[in-house]
């Protein structure tokens, strides 16, 4: 049929072909460009989302890190407090003759790295030496001299401290009462 048709007729078939090829194309096009835009829009908008919910994320997070290091910081200044005021307290010259006597009562495989007396009450201290003890025996023979001298009671020494072989680090703490010397 379409060899029927006149040279002029067979183009103008032809010229209507690829106009209405082109309105298709175009259309496709536009359907494409459409689609990406509304994609992309909904796309910014799960991003945006997703970037708000990261934001609160790490805001969140960053708070309790500074809460963690507030919290440490309030644990430092508490500790210097006290240290303070242990500085600040008169200990009796009967307490500090409990300390040299308790440093007194030591093998000498035993090194004493800081002593401690802290008011426990009225009339009673509690008295603290923390060091390295060189093996089991010296700190358990510390232990048995501490135990056996009446002016210390409640002698604490943990079962962790017995936990190497060598080189044990330590804190016994014992109860002393003015009334003991």
């Known amino acids: 049929m379409f060899n029927l048709l006149t040279e002029q007729a ?45 934001a609160g994320e790490a805001a969140a997070l960053a708070g309790a890190r500074d809460a963690r290091a507030g919290a440490a910081q309030l644990s ?23 300390l040299a006597a308790l440093v007194a009562l030591r093998p000498q495989s035993i090194r004493i790295v800081a002593l401690t007396a ?24 510390f232990e048995r001299a501490l135990n056996g001298d009446r002016r210390f009671a409640e002698v604490e020494l943990p079962l962790g401290s017995f936990a190497k072989d060598k080189e044990l680090p330590f804190t016994v703490t014992a109860a002393y009462r003015d009334t003991q010397l």
């Open 118 to 141: 802290f008011p426990a009450g009225e009339g009673n201290w509690s008295l603290s030496a923390s060091g390295i003890a060189a093996t089991r025996d010296a700190l358990a023979s």
């Open 76 to 98: 430092s200044v508490t500790e210097i407090q006290a240290r303070l005021e242990m500085l600040a307290t008169n200990v009796p010259a009967h307490v500090s003759g409990a």
């Open 10 to 54: 067979k183009k103008n078939v032809a010229v209507e072909y690829r106009f209405r090829l082109a309105i298709v194309a175009c259309a496709f096009v536009f359907a494409e460009i459409l689609l990406a835009l509304l994609g992309g829009a909904f796309s910014f908008l799960a991003i945006r989302g997703e970037g708000k919910r990261i």
